[in-house]
């Protein structure tokens, strides 16, 4: 269905890659994504390596065959024999954020892994170039999670790097569907990341109250906190988050003490959860399968009756 330098790279069919949410992206749904033809990723954020490393190695059985790709989100990483573990299971995909793109990088491509950055700046993708890194996944700040606190959009950031870069490109934050993918290749990128769509999935493990927060959300129903340090994080609104919206002198990190009852309790004032504003586009929980074919066609659709449009004849 598409041919470009993501899908040769990766192996994959359809060049959409799974956020890596922690504590979510883990083998069930990093598999699901996989065996729908995109590409699944298990996270390392939440700073679980045991579970991880067991996740890591229960994807081949779950998606037998199936490129998949692992996150190093460097700020939570501990333990840097991670990377050699990734490296001894085979992984031939990594995702490197949240530090330095030359701390890793060097060591994975000499064991012939395919490395990409994450960026949310010019200035962060130009020095993962100069890194050695094979792409980059360009994020901006309508996405949910951690951010930027100097937060720019997608539509201004990731055709800015696409000019001035020749590496492929991933285009991270206000993506869910055909036409939002259609744009991404009209601004630069091969490749689109998806993160609260996939959150707000059938295979997501998070308590059914999130994905419904998810659901009924407005394109207004997010907030960006911790603009006065990094990291910045854009959760759900919720009373919790809204008394936290303008507090410039505590860190809204300090909420995550609550992650279990969030994330699996569906208590949503026990945290913060992470959402893009996309949830105000989500209409309704869906199996991955069903979402990732119909963006795929809706993409190649999209891409089809604009070339009808404008360049026939």
């Not at 729908?36 to 229960?58: K, N, Y």
């Not at 700046?121 to 792409?135: E, H, Q, S």
Request: one cysteine or more.
């Amino acid at each position: 269905m598409f041919r470009n330098r993501i899908t040769e790279m990766i192996g994959c069919e359809i060049p959409i890659l799974q956020a890596p949410m922690g504590f979510i992206a883990r083998a069930p749904l990093a598999s699901a994504v996989a065996n729908a033809g995109a590409i699944g990723m298990i996270e390392t954020s939440s700073g679980e390596l045991d579970v991880v490393r067991e996740e890591i190695r229960r994807m081949p059985e779950l998606a037998p065959g199936k490129p998949f790709a692992v996150n190093v989100a460097q700020a939570f990483v501990r333990d840097p024999a991670i990377v050699d573990f990734i490296v001894e299971q085979g992984v031939t995909f990594v995702t490197t954020s949240a530090g330095d793109p030359t701390r890793y990088t060097r060591q994975l491509k000499d064991a012939g892994v395919t490395v990409f950055h994450v960026v949310p700046t010019l200035r962060a993708a130009l020095k993962a170039v100069d890194a050695g890194v094979d792409g980059l996944v360009v994020e901006g700040a309508e996405g949910g999670g951690f951010k930027n606190p100097r937060d720019v959009s997608t539509m201004v950031l990731l055709p800015l790097v696409a000019s001035k870069v020749d590496v492929p490109v991933i285009a991270a934050g206000g993506f869910l569907d055909g036409r939002t993918m259609a744009a991404a290749f009209a601004l630069g990128a091969e490749g689109i990341q998806m993160g609260t769509r996939m959150v707000a999935s059938a295979e997501s493990p998070i308590h059914d109250n999130w994905k419904q927060a998810i659901v009924d959300a407005a394109e207004t129903g997010t907030v960006l906190l911790n603009r006065h340090r990094s990291p910045a994080v854009r959760v759900l609104r919720t009373q919790l988050t809204e008394r936290l919206e303008f507090d410039t002198t505590g860190n809204a990190m300090e909420a995550m003490a609550g992650v279990q009852e969030l994330y699996f309790g569906g208590d949503l004032e026990a945290g913060l959860p992470f959402s893009g504003q996309v949830a105000g586009r989500i209409e309704s929980v869906r199996p991955i399968a069903e979402v990732l074919e119909e963006c795929a066609r809706e993409c190649l659709e999209v891409l089809g009756a604009l070339r009808d449009r404008y360049l026939d004849g």
